[in-house]
Each structure stands twice: as C-alpha cells, then as structure tokens.
C-alpha cells in the first residue's frame, strides 16, 4: 500500500501533505453538497440549486488541478 502511494504521489508530482491538504478540501466540499441535497430533498425550498452549483464547481476544480499537475509518464 505504501508503495502503491508513493507510486500515486509520483505519478500526480504532489508531495503528500499537498495532496492529503486537496483531497480534504475537494471531499468536504462533495460531502457538504450532499447535506445540501439531502435537505433539498426533504424541503424542496431550502438549497434550490446550491448543491448542483457545488458539484459544477467541484468538476472544474478537479480539471483544473489535474491540468496543473499532469501525470507523468510511467
């Protein structure tokens, strides 16, 4: 396993605190758009579009941090 991830860290040119620190942040943000529908879904009124606006906005956030850091050929 801990090759497998250093392998990952490699291949992605991120340290591991960096990648930990954007993985943290993109899974929160995911796991707060999911509240957000949630409770959309048991009242209709609250969160009418900020959950799908969040995972609009995650999807360019995770291309543009893939742009940035492209894999490096194995």
Excluded: D, Q, W
């Excluded at 899974?27 to 579009?49: K, R, S, V």
């Amino acid at each position: 396993m801990i090759e497998k991830s250093k392998k990952h860290l490699s291949i992605v040119s991120e340290s591991y605190v960096g990648h930990m620190a954007f993985a943290f942040k993109y899974g929160g943000n995911c796991f707060i758009a999911g509240i957000m529908a949630i409770i959309h879904g048991i009242c209709p009124a609250l969160f009418e579009t900020a959950a799908s606006e969040r995972v609009a906005r995650l999807a360019n956030v995770g291309r543009k941090h893939a742009s940035e850091n492209p894999p490096k050929p194995l």
